[in-house]
């Protein structure tokens, strides 16, 4: 598995397993992660607000089996706190993320993180409050590296000017190709990408009828329900698969840190792996690129 490098010398697996779809039942989620061991996956993204904590401890938990191993990677993010009430309230005060880490550290069974990324936010948001936190925290020893979540470009510029970020988490796919509007400043400031959204929650997929007929019956960004089933089945008919061509897209990028692929069964990231490790020829990517339309970041520009 081919292993990309961050600022601080962190080495990514080119395909990260997303953890948020692992689910709460152990058993279940410890065949999935030793499946992404078996293929060479590194690289475990997960937050503390999924499953409200219960994902942390089970990743925490299953991976501290293989703690003498010195590749494995694990992200964690802050931001969303969770009320007594059930609620989330966001706050990206230092107050906050400097307690919240504690838990998220006691939670996965670890000292130190390696990498810890603000769960989204605003540019209303207290930005350099919450980026000297983070950086106190690289200061204390307790993250090795941090990054940021987002799709909103004020706020990925301000972090890209005035951070040292060292990776940026957003939703990336073919279909979802708005982060190549920011590629090169990304590229600038030796960021890289850790492309969320790989498979499109299933529609880059071969079931992609039913994701479009689940998920997606009402379209999505420019595409209406029609136009979205046009341009799917045109990628299909393109001979490599749509997930093999969605990670060959991404791969394309000298910039890609990851692809955090998510997968709820042993099977799913199986056939995943398959695709990524399949070789795509350049004439393929570049004719599923023309399929689809350009897409910009319209919200969130200043
Ligand atoms: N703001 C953020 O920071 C943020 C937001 C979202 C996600 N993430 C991270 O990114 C990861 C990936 O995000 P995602 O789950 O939205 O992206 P994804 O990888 O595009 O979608 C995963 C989902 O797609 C379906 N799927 C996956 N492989 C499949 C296959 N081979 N065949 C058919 N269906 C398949 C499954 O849905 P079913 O379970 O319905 O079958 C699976 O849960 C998450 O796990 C999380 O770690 C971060």
């Not at 955090?260 to 570049?286: M, R």
Request: aromatic share 8%.
């Amino acid at each position: 598995m081919q292993k990309n490098i961050l600022k601080s010398g962190i080495e990514l697996s080119e395909l990260g397993l997303g953890c948020m779809s692992l689910g709460t039942d152990v058993q279940q989620a410890q065949k999935i992660i030793e499946t992404a061991l078996e293929a060479g996956i590194t690289y475990f993204d997960t937050a503390d607000i999924y499953d409200k904590g219960v994902n942390e401890e089970i990743v925490g938990k299953i991976l501290h089996q293989y703690q003498q191993r010195e590749d494995i990677v694990i992200g964690t993010k802050v931001g969303n706190q969770l009320q007594p009430n059930g609620d989330m309230v966001w706050n990206p005060s230092k107050r906050y993320i400097k307690d919240n880490i504690k838990h998220s550290l006691r939670r996965l069974g670890l000292e130190q993180l390696d990498l810890y990324m603000l769960h989204g936010g605003t540019i209303e948001d207290p930005l350099d409050e919450t980026i000297s936190a983070f950086e106190e925290l690289k200061q204390e020893g307790l993250v090795k590296a941090y990054g940021l979540s987002s799709i909103r470009p004020n706020v990925i510029r301000y972090y890209l000017e005035n951070s040292q970020i060292e990776v940026l988490m957003s939703q990336f796919n073919l279909i979802d190709n708005r982060p190549e509007m920011l590629l090169n400043e990304v590229r600038e400031h030796g960021v890289k990408l850790l492309a969320r959204g790989p498979v499109f929650k299933g529609l880059l997929t071969k079931n992609y009828e039913q994701a479009l007929a689940q998920k997606f019956a009402k379209g999505i960004f420019d595409y209406d329900a029609a136009s979205l089933k046009d341009t799917v089945s045109a990628l299909h008919d393109i001979e490599p698969e749509l997930t093999a061509l969605s990670f060959s897209y991404l791969r394309s990028f000298d910039v890609l840190g990851s692809i955090i692929v998510g997968a709820s069964s042993v099977q799913q990231l199986q056939e995943n792996v398959a695709q990524y490790n399949k070789e795509i020829d350049s004439i393929n990517i570049n004719k599923a690129r023309s399929i689809v339309k350009d897409l910009n970041y319209t919200q969130h520009l200043k």
